[in-house]
């Protein structure tokens, strides 16, 4: 680890839990309301000005949404991955699975759902299986468009990312 360790992220990062422990990581989140993975592809260079230790890739929801093929999107998140590698050939990365609202029809559906799973594997990642599980779906816990989680929601969408970012980042003494 570098003397000013790094934690990127496109979205928010629950840096609540990590700053209780008082562990040494600085969090920047890179993300932007809206964005899709051709954006993010776009703003890459940019993000990684600054050196990454651990690298959360959660893009792709807006796609979904957005009925964008699954082959471009897979493209986008793989060159954002390759540009992460070749830049901080050290850094731990973790994919963010997402899935896309069923009335893009059950092929679309299920060929989205599976670019998360595939790229992670392909590219040694760690992975969160579904970013908003528990949450998608639950009226409660999105604002009335369905679709963004509220204050809750978001609570429990930083549990989801938690559980898989503690062990890497989690000091090598065992806490």
């Known amino acids: 680890m570098t003397a000013s360790r790094r934690a990127t992220a496109w979205k928010t990062l629950p840096t609540a839990s990590q700053d209780s422990l008082g562990w040494d990581w600085e969090v920047v989140n890179a993300g932007l309301s ?14 990684l000005q600054q050196p990454v230790d651990v690298f959360v890739l959660e893009l792709g929801a807006n796609d979904g949404l957005r009925g964008i093929p699954v082959e471009e999107t897979a493209r986008n998140l793989q060159s954002i991955i390759d540009k992460v ?7 731990r990365l973790v994919m963010a699975g997402m899935q896309a609202p069923p009335n893009m029809g059950s092929d679309f559906t299920v060929r989205f759902r599976r670019i998360f799973p595939e790229l992670a594997a392909r590219n040694g990642m760690v992975s969160i299986p579904f970013l908003l599980e528990g949450v998608a779906g639950e009226p409660a816990l999105n604002q009335p468009d369905g679709i963004h989680p509220t204050p809750e ?3 429990l969408v930083a549990e989801n990312v938690w559980k898989v970012l503690r062990p890497l980042i989690a000091p090598a003494k065992g806490l």
């Open 153 to 155: 929601g978001h609570r």
């Open 34 to 47: 809206g964005e899709t993975s051709a954006g993010g592809d776009g703003r890459i260079d940019w993000v």
């Open 85 to 91: 590698r070749k830049a901080n050939p050290d850094a």
